[in-house]
Every structure is written in structure tokens, then in C-alpha cells.
């Protein structure tokens, strides 16, 4: 990859717009994510920190501006086309079916199959418990039992699992909201190292967080929310704890 | 398991004191619990896969008796044109066809309307009956002049009812289908989390409508296999059979939150149900006791799950 390509930002966003009605919620906000870059986004609620990430991965369409992937512009009309370019979101509440193993979560949807002495075509349960393992191992997650359904397994296990499916299929971008929220300090660490480690895949990594010591642990830049504009972009390794929460609440 | 062997236990222990004979190695006892559980098994197969999407059929027994009645009248009707095989083909084609009508209507209004499948298919529960007692006239269709039909009904294969045969042939492709199928395994999704379903980019709408015509279909080939056993087609043929459907898969270990069932429980569940059933019969209660066995043991599985979700609640974290 020649340095050129390197320098163009793996997403970036123009001049979005979205409002819902009269509700203005995301208003000429620009922000770019490079290779091998975490971007924290901040802000109270309400600041349109979701409605942002919504409008990325496809949920909502924007009401004008442009999203560029490697400089292309692109146009998502469903979630799972953004899926399809590389942009794996994932939500709060994990969306995991604590049914099913590891691997079937893994591939939920396009679950690989095989045939039966050739004719009868059935799920092929080895493979997706090999991806598993495979996906697991690659995130320094260590699970015995990987037939198990995922309700066995704890928090921090279940956010790498829903991460490890984002890895699994390739994703170049992953936005994660509130990836440490639900989960106690342990957890929270394993979780942050996680980040660490897509970042050196070179991904890139959008996470919204309330938690300021995790933004300082792991992310490379804070991009702070108000009321739908930009209240202010930092490189974490130039600002403060006291400067950001000024940024979030407004009083300079 | 454990349950249906205890049973079978006090059915013999009975059946040796009493007049010193035996229950369950009697072949004739054993063949009238296997017809016993037919028509059952067929409806609770696909009450499974239901119940494992977090819904409910309860339109399962009058669509039954709907395909019953098709059955019959299109054998009627076929017979002198097309000869005996061919018109029971036809019949067997209609009955399993017309179930498919209500389950598909089930399956839009689930799927694209939202109502929710108790009340969906409450409604269709009433329409299937009036429309197969409009079709059967008020009274039950007898087949006339095709004993094909009788003899599939009741002929056996080396002592093996066909209508068992068949109906084993069934219940295992319902089982390939669960365990071995992404419509399968969607159904598992569905049922415990349906966002993270569609988040995966799961068709949830197009699953649940084939889901209900699948558990339509099921009901279908119960009603016409009931037609060929009795050659009749009567509309209320499977009306006392929602009941056990439910308790079926739900003694199988099912839940009735969603997410969690087998083929192979609900098999247990039918054959429980068909033992306790056949058994009261064996030992001279009144059959009404029938009902209220089912019914009370229905709620006691229902108990256990309960409970069992209470004591596994928490996570197990490693």
C-alpha cells in the first residue's frame, strides 16, 4: 500500500446532516477515522452521538452531507449494506442469541453449509466451532467450551464475541456504543485491550463512552457532541480530563 | 424421559396385579399408543418450531379438521375420474394445500402486522372451524367408494401402521430441519433475541410466515391421515388436540418464552401423553380423566421450567 493511500481516511464524514422533522439532531458535523485509529465520541445525551453512528452504519439516511469510505462516497439504505462494506456496528445490548454457541452467533445469517454423503445439505456446526476458536484465540479470549451457548459465558466474554464476529467478517470500521457500560473492572480491561488490538490490526475504531479514563486508556482522539455540532476535536495525547468535560457541557 | 418410563412402570405394575397380563410388551398395546400419538406428534411438530420462535399456534386442531374435511370430499370427488391411488394422491395434496391457507394468514398477520401469534391465531382458530364445518355441511363426510384410502389408514407394514411409518418419516425430517437447516437455527435466533436476529440480517418477516405455514402444513398432514384412519373427515377431528399439542412440547422441554426445544422432546411429550392417555383407557377410568391428566400435567412442566430458569438464572461466569 503506497503512503498516499495510507494518508486517505478510512471513513470520513461531510458536512452530515440529519433531523428528524423540526429536530435538528446531527447538524454539518465532518469527522474522519484513519487505519489503526481510535475515535472516541463524547458528549451529553442527546448530542446526536447516536443518531451519528446510526446515520454511518446505515440505520438512518442522512438528510445531507456524504460519507467516504477510502474517499469513495457512499450510500447506505439498509444496515447490512454498510455491513457489507466493512462497517460492523456494535450495539449496547450486544445483540447475541444466548441460545446458540459461539460459532452460530458468529455466522448468524450466512451460516456455512455442507453435504451429507454428498446429497443432503446441512450446517457445518465443525467449521463455525473452528472459526470460533480460531476468532476467539486471535482476541486472546480463551474459551473451553465453545459449544456452549453464550449465556454461559460473562459479560466481557459476550462483548469479544460479538467483537470477534465483526473481526470474523472482515470489518475494516467497528463502532462499538458503550462497549465497557454493562461490564465490572476486569471485564472493562479486557474489553479495552480488545480495542488495543484491532487498533493494531489496523482498524478502525469508533467508541462512544461516558467513561473518561477508558477514552484516555485507548482511544487516539476525542470528537465531542453538542446538540448536534461539533463542540470540539482533540488528539487525547493534547488535552485533559478537565478540558473535555468543558468541551461536553459547553462552559469554555 | 425419566417421566415416560415411570409411567409405562405403573401401567405394567398395574396390568400384572390386576389380571396378571402385561402392558407394554402386548404389540396390540403398543400399536394403539403409536395411532394414539399421531395425530398429536404431527401437531406438536410443528408447535415446536413455533414455540421455539417465542409464538403460539392455537389454530393447529380446526385446520386439522379443515384438511380432514378437504381430504375426504376431494377423494369423493376424485375417485370416479381419476381411480383410487390417484384420487387419495389428490386428496392427500388438497388437505396438506388448504392447511397451508391458514397458516399463511397466520403467518402474514404474525409476521407483517404485528398481532401477536396468541391472538392471531385465536382468530384463525375460529375461522378454520366455521370454514371446515361450512365445508363438511355441519356433519362429518364419510369416503365413499375408494377403500384405498381405508387401507392406508389402517394397513401395516410388518405390524407398523403406515400412518406411523409416516408419520416417523415426518417427525424426522422436522428434526433435519431444526438441527441441520439455517431455518432452523434462525428459529433458535428468533426465539431468544429477535433484534440480534435482524441485526444478522435475518429475514424475520419471510421466516415467520414460511414458520406458520410450516406448523400449517404439519396440521394438514395430520387431518388427512386422520381422514385415511377413520375414513371420514369430520371438522372437529383434531379439536381436543391443541391442548396436547402444546403440552407435547412443552413436557419435551421446550419453553414457552422462546428459544430453547427439540423435535426429539417433543416426540417423549407426545409419547408421555399417548401413554397416559391410552393407559387411563387400559385401566377403566372414565376418559374425561384424560383431560384433566393433561391439563395437570401441562401446568406441572410448566412449573419445572419456571423454576429451572430461576435456579440456572444467573450467568455462569468463568
Not at chain 2, 277 to 292: R, T
Request: hydrophobic share 50%.
Amino acid at each position: 500500500m503506497s503512503s498516499a493511500a495510507q494518508e486517505t481516511p478510512i471513513l470520513e464524514v461531510r458536512n452530515l446532516s440529519k433531523h428528524f422533522g423540526a429536530i435538528q439532531a446531527l447538524n454539518g458535523l465532518s469527522m474522519s477515522v484513519h487505519r489503526g485509529e481510535v475515535v472516541a465520541l463524547a458528549g451529553d445525551n442527546g448530542a446526536g452521538k447516536t443518531t451519528l453512528i446510526k446515520t454511518i452504519s446505515g440505520v438512518f439516511r442522512p438528510s445531507s452531507g456524504a460519507i467516504l469510505l477510502n474517499g469513495e462516497p457512499v450510500t447506505f439504505t439498509t444496515p447490512q449494506e454498510a455491513r457489507d462494506r466493512g462497517i460492523e456496528t456494535i450495539y449496547q445490548d450486544l445483540a447475541l442469541a444466548d441460545n446458540l454457541s459461539i460459532g452460530a452467533n458468529i455466522f448468524l445469517g450466512r451460516e456455512p453449509m455442507k453435504r451429507l454423503f454428498g446429497i443432503v445439505p446441512v450446517l457445518d456446526r465443525k467449521a463455525m466451532a473452528e472459526a470460533a476458536r480460531a476468532t476467539m484465540a486471535r482476541l486472546d479470549f480463551h474459551v473451553s467450551r465453545l459449544e456452549a451457548p453464550v449465556s454461559n459465558f460473562s459479560g466481557g466474554q459476550r462483548q469479544a464475541v460479538a467483537i470477534g464476529r465483526a473481526v470474523y467478517w472482515d470489518a475494516q470500521i467497528l463502532i462499538m456504543d458503550e462497549p465497557t457500560a454493562a461490564l465490572g473492572v476486569p471485564e472493562q480491561r479486557k474489553v479495552i485491550a480488545l480495542i488495543h488490538q484491532l487498533k493494531a490490526e489496523g482498524r478502525g475504531v469508533i467508541f462512544i463512552s461516558h467513561n473518561l479514563q477508558d477514552i484516555f486508556a485507548v482511544a487516539d482522539r476525542i470528537v465531542v457532541l453538542r446538540r448536534g455540532v461539533m463542540a470540539g476535536e482533540r488528539r487525547i495525547s493534547g488535552t485533559t480530563h478537565d478540558e473535555v468535560v468543558k468541551l461536553m457541557v459547553g462552559g469554555r | 424421559m425419566v417421566f415416560l418410563a415411570a409411567l409405562i412402570l405403573a401401567f405394567e405394575a398395574y396390568a400384572r396385579y390386576d389380571f396378571g397380563g402385561t402392558f407394554i410388551l402386548n404389540p396390540y398395546n403398543l400399536q394403539s399408543i403409536a395411532i394414539f400419538a399421531v395425530a398429536p406428534l404431527l401437531l406438536a411438530s410443528g408447535q415446536t418450531f413455533v414455540i421455539i420462535s417465542g409464538g403460539i399456534d392455537l389454530s393447529l386442531g380446526f385446520i386439522m379438521g379443515l384438511a380432514a374435511v378437504v381430504a375426504a370430499h376431494v377423494v369423493n370427488w376424485a375417485t370416479p375420474s381419476l381411480g383410487m391411488p390417484l384420487a387419495v394422491l389428490a386428496g392427500a395434496l388438497a388437505g396438506v394445500a388448504i392447511a397451508a391457507v391458514p397458516g399463511l394468514i397466520n403467518g402474514l398477520l404474525v409476521a407483517r402486522l404485528r398481532v401477536p401469534p396468541f391472538i392471531g391465531t385465536l382468530g384463525m382458530f375460529g375461522v378454520a372451524r366455521g370454514v371446515a364445518f361450512l365445508f363438511a355441511g355441519g356433519t362429518v363426510v364419510p369416503v365413499q367408494g375408494n377403500s384405498f384410502f381405508s387401507t392406508l389408514g389402517n394397513g401395516r407394514f410388518h405390524g407398523v401402521p403406515y400412518i406411523v411409518i409416516v408419520t416417523i418419516v415426518f417427525v424426522l425430517v422436522m428434526h433435519y430441519l431444526l438441527t441441520q437447516t439455517r431455518f432452523g437455527q434462525h428459529n433458535y435466533a428468533i426465539g431468544a433475541n429477535v433484534q440480534a436476529a435482524r441485526r444478522a440480517g435475518i429475514n424475520i418477516k419471510s421466516h415467520l410466515t414460511r414458520l406458520y405455514v410450516l406448523s400449517g402444513v404439519c396440521a394438514g398432514l395430520a387431518g388427512v391421515l386422520y381422514s385415511a384412519r377413520f375414513n371420514a373427515g369430520a371438522a372437529q377431528a383434531g379439536e381436543p388436540l391443541l391442548l396436547d399439542s402444546v403440552a407435547a412440547v412443552v413436557i419435551g422441554g421446550a419453553s414457552l418464552f422462546g428459544g430453547s426445544g427439540t423435535i426429539f422432546g417433543t416426540v417423549a411429550g407426545a409419547l408421555v401423553i399417548a401413554v397416559i392417555q391410552y393407559g387411563l383407557v387400559f385401566i377403566n377410568v372414565e376418559p374425561f380423566w384424560q383431560f384433566i391428566s393433561v391439563g395437570v400435567v401441562i401446568i406441572i412442566s410448566v412449573l419445572i421450567d419456571q423454576a429451572q430458569r430461576r435456579f440456572s438464572g444467573g450467568r455462569v461466569d468463568e
